[in-house]
C-alpha cells in the first residue's frame, strides 16, 4: 500500500483513539449511565392503587459512576433527593465491582491515548520495530477494547444482578420499600461500548495497511531463513 494511503489510515485510527479517550473521561462525569423509573410499592398498596392512580407512585431514577439523583413518588408529588456514591452508598452496593469499573475506564482512557499517540508517529515518524510498530498498535487497541469489554460486563452486572437501582432506591427508606419499574442503560453506557468497538475497528484498520498479525510468521520467512543459517 503506498505511504500516502497508509498514513492517512494511521491518521484516523488515531483521531478515532483520541476521540474515545475524551469520550470516556466525559462519559465517567456524567450521571447518564443508567435511567429508570421506581415504584412505591407501600404507597401503592395502601391505597390500592391501579391504572391511572399508579403513576401518582412512580418515580424517577438516573445514576452514573460516581453521583445520581432520583425523584421518590409516594401521592404527595415528587420529592427529588441527590446521592453519591462515595462515601454515602459504599455500604449497600457491591464496592469493589463499582471501583473496578472506575479502574477499567481509567485504563481505558490511558491506553486510548496512548495508542492515539503511537499511531500518529507511526503515520509521520519512522516507526520502531517493537512497541512503535505493528506489535504495539495491535496491543494497545486489544488492551482497549478489552478494558472496554469488561467495563460493561462488570458494570451491567452490578446493575442487573445486584439490583443497584432498588438498592440506591430503598437507600435511607424507612417506611416506604421501592422496586424498579423500568430501567435502561443511557448515553454514557453505550459510549463504551462504540469505544470498544471503534478500537477493534483500529485493528482491521492496522491489517487493511498491510500489516501481518505480529505473532503469526508466513511458512517461507522460516524456510529462508533456514537456509540462511545452513549457508554460515
Known amino acids: 500500500m503506498p505511504a500516502q494511503q497508509k498514513k492517512l489510515i494511521f491518521c484516523t485510527a488515531g483521531v478515532l483513539s483520541l476521540a474515545c479517550a475524551l469520550g470516556t473521561a466525559a462519559a465517567i462525569g456524567t450521571q447518564l449511565w443508567v435511567r429508570g423509573t421506581i415504584l412505591c410499592t ?24 460516581f453521583s445520581g439523583q432520583r425523584v421518590r413518588q409516594c401521592g404527595l408529588g415528587g420529592r427529588p433527593f441527590q446521592f ?42 519512522s516507526p520502531y520495530e517493537t512497541l512503535h510498530g505493528p506489535v504495539g498498535l495491535y496491543l494497545w487497541s486489544f488492551i482497549a477494547c478489552s478494558c472496554g469489554c469488561l467495563i460493561m460486563i462488570l458494570f451491567s452486572s452490578e446493575v442487573k444482578i445486584h439490583h443497584l437501582s432498588e438498592k440506591i432506591a430503598n437507600f435511607k427508606e424507612g417506611t416506604f420499600t421501592f422496586k424498579t419499574h423500568s430501567e435502561q442503560f ?47
Open 42 to 65: 407501600t404507597g401503592a398498596l395502601l391505597v390500592n392503587a391501579t391504572g391511572p392512580e399508579l403513576h401518582k407512585f412512580i418515580g424517577e431514577i438516573q445514576y452514573g459512576l
Open 84 to 125: 453519591s456514591f462515595f462515601p454515602d452508598l459504599l455500604k449497600i452496593i457491591p464496592a469493589s465491582i463499582h471501583v473496578s469499573v472506575i479502574l477499567f475506564c481509567t485504563v481505558l482512557i490511558i491506553f486510548a491515548l496512548v495508542g492515539a499517540g503511537f499511531f500518529m508517529f507511526n503515520a509521520f515518524g
Open 186 to 232: 443511557a448515553n454514557s453506557f453505550w459510549t463504551i461500548l462504540v469505544c470498544s468497538l471503534v478500537h477493534f475497528l483500529n485493528a482491521l484498520l492496522i491489517r487493511f495497511a498491510g500489516f501481518e498479525f505480529p505473532f503469526s510468521k508466513s511458512k517461507d520467512s522460516g524456510r529462508i531463513t533456514g537456509a540462511v543459517d545452513l549457508m554460515y
